[in-house]
């Protein structure tokens, strides 16, 4: 089993910056793609940024300019630059992991406020 636990997020005024880290632990033997996901409320959870084993990024046409998704191998870690937040921003963020099979942290609040 493969742990995720997410932290970083928070409330903030439109045009700030938050970072989002997800840590992954436990019975890991490798980590292929990482990946963040936003649910807003009432809203379906949805893509907003991947990261390949090979650093290859890819982000939802939202974000792009604004986000970036950056990863620590020898920390397990993926991370998440969100500059320039917008009020649209706000959601609960979540990471996933490819590690054997997919994995969900428990997700953290992003509030941005206008």
């Known amino acids: 089993q493969v742990q995720l636990v997410e932290s970083g997020g928070g409330l903030v005024q439109a045009g700030g910056s938050l970072r989002l880290s997800c840590a992954a632990s436990?019975?890991?033997?490798?980590?292929?793609?990482m990946r963040w996901y936003r649910q807003a409320p009432g809203k379906e959870r949805m893509f907003v940024a991947s990261i390949t084993s090979g650093d290859t990024t890819n982000y939802a046409d939202s974000v792009k300019g604004r986000f970036t998704i950056s990863r620590d191998n020898a920390k397990n870690t993926v991370y998440l630059q969100m500059n320039s937040l917008k009020p649209d921003d706000t959601a609960v963020y979540y990471c996933?992991?490819?590690?054997?099979?997919?994995?969900w942290g428990q997700g953290t609040q992003v509030t941005v406020s206008s």
């Open positions: 436990g019975s890991i033997s490798s980590i292929g793609f």
């Open positions: 996933m992991v490819l590690s054997g099979r997919l994995y």
